[in-house]
């Protein structure tokens, strides 16, 4: 099925304006001290400072030493699969960025315990900071098990929409990668659909497998493993940055 043969977006295009609220909470149960002591010292040092308007970032400049690449994770959660990723790749700069602030504080301890280096961190909504990235400066973007907004009337409020696809595809490189998983199915559908009808994207799959089964590089998570313990089997979408057509 070819883009113009793609059948129409459920909930259709009006339900997804630019002003939205992507998260929930900013603040769960109370932080203990020590997390306290990491948010008021060590976020600093790691938080993302955005450019005056009508400039960009230099993402590689962000990070104290030098990396062969940057990439960016939109609501990292607990920071488990940031960190390992970080760990794993230490020429690469990533860049996380999530509101939530206990999930900021438990990425903070795996940077602190892991002395990495090669880590930055947006705790605000992450649409300024997509807004603030120049073209074709990223090589992945992940969104990995995002609030599924299941009513109807919330849906509006999902990250994925074609504005949101868009500026994702505008600041991959070409070659760059967008990764989505989710344990909701029809988040995964509604991604897919959107995703497609990019024409900056590309899916990679080439057999159901493809979708059903994790990267190879995949730490897990364990919002993932609480996920498959209730039965519900995640998704795994890929798509390339290509040339608009």
């Keep these: 099925m070819g883009r113009d043969e793609l059948p129409p977006l459920p909930g259709g295009d009006a339900a997804e304006g630019a002003d939205r609220a992507f998260f929930g909470r900013r603040k769960g149960k109370r932080l203990r001290a020590v997390q306290e002591q990491r948010i008021a010292e060590l976020l600093p040092t790691l938080r993302v400072a955005l450019p005056a308007a009508g400039t960009h970032l230099d993402p590689r400049a962000l990070f104290p030493t030098p990396v062969d690449e940057v ?35 438990k990425l903070l301890r795996a940077v602190d315990d892991g002395a990495l280096r090669n880590v930055r961190v947006w705790d605000e909504d992450a649409t300024a900071l997509l807004a603030a990235i120049p073209d074709g400066a990223l090589s992945r973007v992940y969104l990995l098990y995002p609030d599924p907004w299941p009513k109807r009337r919330q849906r509006k409020r999902r990250f994925v929409s074609p504005e949101s696809l868009g500026e994702i595809a505008r600041v991959l490189k070409p070659g760059g990668v967008f990764r989505f998983a989710s344990d909701i199915d029809d988040y995964a559908g509604w991604t897919l659909v959107r995703a497609r009808r990019c024409p900056g994207f590309a899916w990679t799959a080439a057999s159901a497998d493809d979708w059903r089964l994790a990267w190879s590089d995949w730490p897990g998570t364990r919002y993932e493993a609480k996920a498959l313990a209730a039965g519900r089997a995640p998704t795994y979408l890929e798509f390339r940055r290509v040339a608009a057509v």
Excluded at 76 to 100: C, D, K, M, T
């Design 71 to 105: 990439w960016l994770e939109i609501g990292f959660g607990g920071g488990e699969h940031l960190a390992a990723q970080a760990s794993a790749n230490p020429r690469v700069g990533i860049i996380g960025a999530e509101p939530f602030v206990n999930g900021v504080a």
